[in-house]
């Protein structure tokens, strides 16, 4: 199962559409338990990266991510904000991100 992961911003519903597209289903959710039994995961995102962070913590996402794509090695792919969101800093906002990419936005 492919999770796209809903942490309050994002183009949840087209990327959603263009998997069913190519004929892999995908699910919408920010249930932890979908998110660690899902075969890969995407992280979209349309927004400001401090809010994005914020949205990742105040849901306890940040977290529950790490242990599936770090500590489990769950296939992740991030779209615009999701893949900025995986660095270390962003610029914009003055903000940590998730601190997979050793990089900063």
């Not at 338990?33 to 995407?42: G, P």
């Not at 599936?68 to 003055?94: D, H, W, Y």
Request: glycine share 12%; hydrophobic share 45%.
């Amino acid at each position: 199962m492919i999770v796209i992961v809903d942490y309050g911003l994002g183009n949840l519903r087209s990327i959603e559409k263009a998997f069913r597209r190519i004929g892999r289903p995908a699910v919408v959710s920010s249930s932890v338990r979908d998110i660690l039994e899902a075969d890969k995961l995407v992280l979209p995102g349309v927004g400001h990266f401090k809010q994005g962070m914020a949205n990742l913590k105040k849901m306890g996402l940040d977290l529950h991510l790490r242990e599936a794509v770090i500590a489990r090695g769950k296939p992740i792919l991030g779209i615009c904000l999701g893949m900025q969101l995986m660095t270390e800093f962003s610029e914009e906002g003055n903000c940590i991100g998730l601190g997979w990419v050793p990089a900063r936005v």
